[in-house]
């Protein structure tokens, strides 16, 4: 039976501790450009979830593609398709993709990335969905903060210039407000379970934050929905985040800040007949032979 990130240590929450994943990419694939983006997935939590629910011959699915963690599944023969509404994004991924023609030929033909609005082209066959949502109202930025005079440096600024550069489709999901995004992601989980062959998972990995000093508990909201949708849950992990700027400079003033990540893997049900068919199997060969 596989176990979930068994290489890694926990801590005393039983958070799992995955490293900072910047050396492990460069020796990669992926362009210089990711390697500034604070909300890029975590390159040995991917890998951990791949290792966990795929198998070679497989197709995995990650419906909001960014900067394309993704791929490595292509290294281990599992076919991969990524959607990206925005432009920059999807620039970067086909920039990883030819980085990747370069090292290993062979994986590209597992590969498809699609620069297109997920809502529309949905539900698109697959086995398994890999996929951290965004936050409602994260890319909705109207302009760029000036330095501070006492910051150290133009951390702050860039960031805000970088995620305005990446945010300009008017469809992003994640430019509109809680209600709005709410019902958005309520019709993309049920595409992603309409997606999946029975028997698939779906991976969200997703975090709470805080507003106006409280936590908001989205995780809880988002397996509520889930549920809804006909998906069962099978497991539910944590992870330490080792906390990108924002997070560091917001702990520094002594605000509440969120350091688990939800990590939370449900599976589309087997059909009824099929289920009872593998469950009569299983009890078959694991019965206790009668002298």
Same mark, same amino acid.
């Given at each position: ?5 068994? @290489?890694? /240590? ?8 995955? %490293?900072?994943?910047? $050396? ?13 983006? %604070? ?11 791949? =290792? ?21 599944? #292509? ?14 994004? *999807? ?6 993709? +030819?980085?990747? =023609?370069?090292?290993? %030929? $062979? +994986? ?6 699609l620069h297109a609005d997920n809502r529309l082209i949905l539900p698109i066959p697959c086995d398994h969905i890999i996929t951290s949502p965004p936050y409602a109202g994260a890319m909705d930025i109207r302009k760029v903060r000036k330095k501070r005079e006492d910051a150290p440096d133009n951390w702050l600024v860039e960031q805000d210039e970088r995620m305005k550069a990446y945010s300009k489709s008017p469809r992003n ?10 019902? =958005? ?13 029975? @028997? @698939? ?12 000093? =409280? ?5 809880? !909201? +988002?397996?509520?929905?889930?549920? /809804? +949708?006909?998906?069962?849950? /099978?497991? !539910?992990?944590? !992870?330490?985040? &080792? ?9 520094? /003033? ?5 350091? $688990?990540?939800?990590?939370?893997? *449900?599976?589309? &049900?087997? %059909? ?18 009668? #002298?």
């Amino acid at each position: 039976m596989k176990q979930f990130a068994p @290489g890694y /240590q926990r801590d005393e929450n039983g958070w799992i501790l995955f %490293p900072r994943d910047v $050396d492990d990419r460069k020796h990669l694939f992926f362009p210089e450009e990711v390697m500034k983006h %604070p909300a890029k997935m975590n390159f040995h939590l991917q890998q951990a979830i791949i =290792e966990y629910v795929a198998e070679e011959g497989d197709t995995l699915l990650d419906p909001f593609g960014g900067t394309g963690t993704i791929l490595i599944g #292509a290294l281990q023969g599992i076919k991969v398709i990524l959607i990206e509404i925005e432009d920059g994004y *999807y620039q970067l991924e086909l920039q990883a993709k +030819a980085n990747l =023609e370069e090292q290993m %030929p $062979d +994986a590209v033909g597992l590969i498809t990335i699609l620069h297109a609005d997920n809502r529309l082209i949905l539900p698109i066959p697959c086995d398994h969905i890999i996929t951290s949502p965004p936050y409602a109202g994260a890319m909705d930025i109207r302009k760029v903060r000036k330095k501070r005079e006492d910051a150290p440096d133009n951390w702050l600024v860039e960031q805000d210039e970088r995620m305005k550069a990446y945010s300009k489709s008017p469809r992003n999901i994640s430019k509109l407000n809680t209600f709005l995004y709410n019902m =958005e992601m309520a019709k993309l989980y049920r595409l992603f379970y309409t997606s999946l062959r029975p @028997g @698939g998972t779906f991976t969200n990995i997703i975090k709470d934050r805080v507003e106006g000093g =409280e936590r908001l508990y989205l995780s809880k !909201w +988002a397996d509520k929905v889930c549920k /809804q +949708a006909g998906f069962e849950l /099978q497991d !539910w992990f944590k !992870w330490k985040t &080792p906390g990108h700027g924002f997070t560091k400079i917001a702990k520094s /003033q002594g605000k509440l800040v969120v350091e $688990d990540e939800d990590i939370i893997i *449900y599976r589309k &049900p087997l %059909p009824t007949d099929k289920l009872n068919t593998y469950l009569t199997e299983v009890t078959r060969l694991t019965a206790t032979p009668v #002298a």
